[in-house]
């Protein structure tokens, strides 16, 4: 589009009875080009194995027949999967799940957040907290972080007394850092949240690849009515796709969200493609290790180029220094790799895919910083 064409799109969008919140806010907009190696939004690169793509052809097949009716609008059986994988004696009365985590968290904004109420969270973090918020018309107020990133638990918690948040977003491993918080974030902001009834959301979209000293929140979902953790089927699980996120808590919290849920908002295809997905979980998982391998190597390669990637325990890695971080970014893509400028100075975050992917991106940006 030209510069003109750009401006009078804008204009007949600002003509409408746009709520003022919404006005002059760019839709999330990750770049979707066609370029030979998309490292840009930290998908699992493998493709789906063989027979789960089978598993699931039959399983969409079978669900064809009855489309006539709606789906089951408690997904039962979809709940107790999901409960069963999540393990820690989690029941299907502990589990939700919506079209992605995305569509998960603004049903928590929905049920918890709204005009008059504020949710906080800590940038640089997930770029969807502050849209869902406004989608939401939920104040976000940005936290803050030390100048390395991190976030102790005394400092989290000072801020959450400082704003009596309704509602706090915690991303661990946080997008697009890379790095997990440790549990004691969680309590601390869990315990500073209780004399304003917050609600704390622990958003674990890429927990599969941690660390292995790292522990899920889940270990801290018992007597906390309060705390939430979500999950999704789009990263580990090679399901971007199939959108299908979810969440673990108390049984109270989801009947909230059963109050602002749409009626059978998870379509009979999406409960039949997870369902059968659910049944292969190993084999769906399988390339997590592979993955980890090419996020362990290409934080090891960038420390040899005299880079500094940040601690990973996700299927991505955030790096610096880069005077011009954009320029870089181009040079990448002229040379057919697509990773991420996530809009923080001298920073940014490439997917670890396979290790062909891995090659290229390593080659590629040896290549750009000698020119
Ligand atoms: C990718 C991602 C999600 C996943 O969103 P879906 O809607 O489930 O695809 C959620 N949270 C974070 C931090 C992410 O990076």
Redesign the pocket.
Known sequence: MTNQQEQAKTAALEALPLRDNLRGQSPYGAPQLEVTHLLN??ENTHPVPQRVVDAIGQAVHAAASSLNRYPDREFTELRQRLASYLGHDLTENNVWAA???????QQVLQAFGGPGRKVLSFPP??S?YPLLASATNTEYISGVRADDFTLTPEEAARQVQATAPDIVFL?SP??PTGTALSLDVVEAVYQAGKQFNSIVIV?E??EEFSLSDTKSALTLLAGRERLII?R????AFAL?GA???YLATSPQVTDALRLVRLPYHLSSITQAAANAALEHVDELLATVDEIKAQRDRIVLELEEMGLQPAVSDSNFVFFGWFENAHAVWQGLLDRGVLIRDVGIPHHLRVTAGTAEETTAFLVALREVISA
């Open positions: 939004t930290n079209n992605g985590s995305n569509e998960v968290l973090t997930y969807m991303c946080n997008n958003d979209a890429y979500s999704t089927m789009s990263k971007a959108r299908l996120g």
